[in-house]
C-alpha cells in the first residue's frame, strides 16, 4: 500500500509542477497567442509601423461601401468597431459569404499612414448563435434585434421559439 | 471479493488484485460480452436516429445556409476527442499508480481511435471553415490545441507499440498520455482566454444553449450516438486485446510443456 501511495504523490506533485509550469508559460506568452487585436487594444498601443498584423472586431452598422478597382476587382471599404473603438478597412478581394454590417471580421494586414486599415485578407467570424431562418426572421420583424447592429438577444428568449411559417 | 481474484494468465503485477473488480481480465471477459451486444444496438439507433434528424429533418441556420449540418459530425467529434483523451488519462492514472494490466490494453487500444476521431474533427471543421470564415486552416489558439491533441493521440499510438516489453511501452505511454492532459483545458477554453478566430462554445455555458432547441437536440441525438459508438469500437479491441494475450500466454505455456517433455 505505501508503494501505491508513494506513487500517488509523486504522481501528484509532478502534475502540479507540470500545471503551474504550463499556466506560468500560457501567461507570458499571453500577448502572442491570441489570433488577432481589437480597436482598442491597437488605440493602447500602436502596431510598430510597416509590421503586418490581425486586426478584428464587428463590422460596423451602415459603414459597408463596396465597388470595383481600377484592375476591375471587387473593393471594399469599411469600420471595424469593438463598441468602444473604431478602425476604417480597405480591401481588395473578394469577401466570404457571411461577410455583413454588424458581422464579426478578421482581417490580416498593415496601418496605412493615414489612419487606414490596408486588408489583404478578410475572414468572416461567426458568433456561437445557431438559429433556424424563421426564427431569426420572427425575431426582425418584431424589432428585437438588427444583426447589421451586432449580436442578437439572449438566446434563453429564443432558444425555444416555435418554428412557423416563413 | 476472493482472494484469487487475479486470473490474468501474464501474472499482473501484486498490487493488481482486488481494487478494482472489473479490472480483472476474465470478469472483464464475461460482463462486457454481455454489454457489448446493447452497446452495438444502442449505438445504430441511436446515431441512425441523430443522423437522420440532424442531417434532413432539421432546419437550416439563417446565415450559415445548410452548411451548418457539418456541425452534426464535427462538434459530436471534438467532444469524443477531448472525452476520450481524459479517460486515455484516467486509466493512465491507473496504471501508473495501481498497474492495471486492463488499464494499459484499454490506453493501447484507445489511441488509434482518439486519433481517428480528433483527425475527423480537424477534417470537418477545416471543410466547414473554407465555406464560413473562408480559409481551410489559420494558426489560432484553437485549432493549434486541437492540432496538438492529434499529435498526443498520435505519439501515444505509436509509443506505447515501440516497445518491445509490452508493460514498459504502456508505462511511458501512460506517462505521455498525463504530460499531455495541461492540454485539454487549453483546448476548452482556449477561445475563452484569447482572441481566436473558432467562435466560443454554444452548448455548455453558463446561460441558455445559444443554440436553437430544433439544432440543440438533433445535435445531442448524434453527440450521443457517435460516443455509444466510440465506446462500442473501443470495447470490441480492448475485447480483441484481451483474448490476444490470453491466446499469446497459452502458447508460451504450451511451448515450455513441450520444451520440458522433450528435454
Known amino acids: ?166 | 471479493m476472493t482472494a484469487k481474484a487475479d486470473s490474468s494468465p501474464s501474472g499482473a503485477a501484486p498490487g493488481a488484485r482486488s481494487l478494482h473488480r472489473f479490472a480483472n481480465p476474465g470478469r472483464f471477459l464475461r460482463a462486457s460480452a454481455r454489454v457489448q451486444v446493447w452497446l452495438w444496438m444502442a449505438a445504430a439507433l441511436v446515431l441512425g436516429a441523430g443522423l437522420v434528424w440532424g442531417l434532413l429533418l432539421s432546419p437550416a441556420d439563417w446565415q450559415q445556409g445548410e452548411t451548418v449540418r457539418i456541425m452534426y459530425v464535427h462538434v459530436p467529434m471534438a467532444w469524443l476527442a477531448m472525452g476520450g483523451y481524459t479517460a486515455l488519462a484516467a486509466a493512465s492514472i491507473m496504471s501508473l499508480i495501481w498497474r492495471h494490466p486492463l488499464a494499459d490494453l484499454f490506453a493501447r487500444e484507445l489511441s488509434p481511435v482518439g486519433a481517428l476521431v480528433t483527425a475527423l474533427c480537424l477534417a470537418t471543421g477545416s471543410l466547414w471553415g473554407r465555406p464560413m470564415w473562408g480559409t481551410w486552416w489559420v494558426w489560432d489558439a484553437r485549432l493549434t490545441s486541437v492540432l496538438v491533441l492529434f499529435f498526443l493521440w498520435l505519439g501515444h499510438a505509436a509509443l506505447t507499440r515501440a516497445f518491445e516489453d509490452q508493460e514498459r511501452g504502456a508505462r511511458v505511454g501512460a506517462i505521455l498520455a498525463l504530460v499531455g492532459i495541461v492540454n485539454i483545458p487549453i483546448v476548452k477554453f482556449s477561445v475563452d482566454w484569447w482572441n481566436t478566430l473558432h467562435q466560443p462554445a454554444s452548448v455548455t455555458r453558463l446561460d441558455a444553449p445559444g443554440m436553437h432547441v430544433d439544432i440543440l437536440y438533433p445535435l445531442l441525438t448524434c453527440a450521443l450516438g457517435f460516443s455509444l459508438l466510440f465506446g462500442a469500437v473501443v470495447l470490441a479491441r480492448t475485447r480483441a486485446a484481451v483474448m490476444e494475450r490470453r491466446i499469446r500466454a497459452l502458447q508460451l505455456a504450451r511451448a515450455r510443456r513441450e520444451e520440458a517433455m522433450g528435454a
Open chain 1, 1 to 166: 500500500m505505501t508503494r501505491k501511495k508513494r506513487r500517488l504523490y509523486i504522481l501528484l506533485l509532478c502534475g502540479l509542477g507540470l500545471g503551474s509550469a504550463t499556466a506560468l508559460t500560457l501567461t507570458a506568452f499571453q500577448d502572442n497567442l491570441v489570433f488577432f487585436r481589437s480597436p482598442s487594444d491597437i488605440m493602447r498601443e500602436a502596431p510598430p509601423a510597416n509590421r503586418a498584423f490581425r486586426l478584428g472586431g464587428l463590422v460596423e452598422a451602415g459603414s459597408l461601401e463596396r465597388g470595383t478597382g481600377a484592375d476591375g476587382k471587387p473593393t471594399a471599404n469599411f469600420r471595424v468597431t469593438d463598441g468602444a473603438h473604431v478602425i476604417r478597412v480597405s480591401y481588395a478581394g473578394v469577401l466570404p459569404d457571411l461577410f455583413r454590417e454588424g458581422q464579426g471580421v478578421v482581417t490580416l494586414g498593415m496601418m496605412q499612414p493615414d489612419g487606414v486599415f490596408r486588408a489583404k485578407e478578410v475572414l468572416a467570424r461567426h458568433d456561437e448563435t445557431y438559429m433556424p431562418p424563421e426564427v431569426a426572421d420572427a425575431l426582425k420583424r418584431a424589432g428585437h434585434w438588427n444583426p447589421a447592429e451586432g449580436a442578437p438577444p439572449p438566446p434563453a428568449e429564443w432558444n425555444t421559439a416555435p418554428r412557423r411559417g416563413g
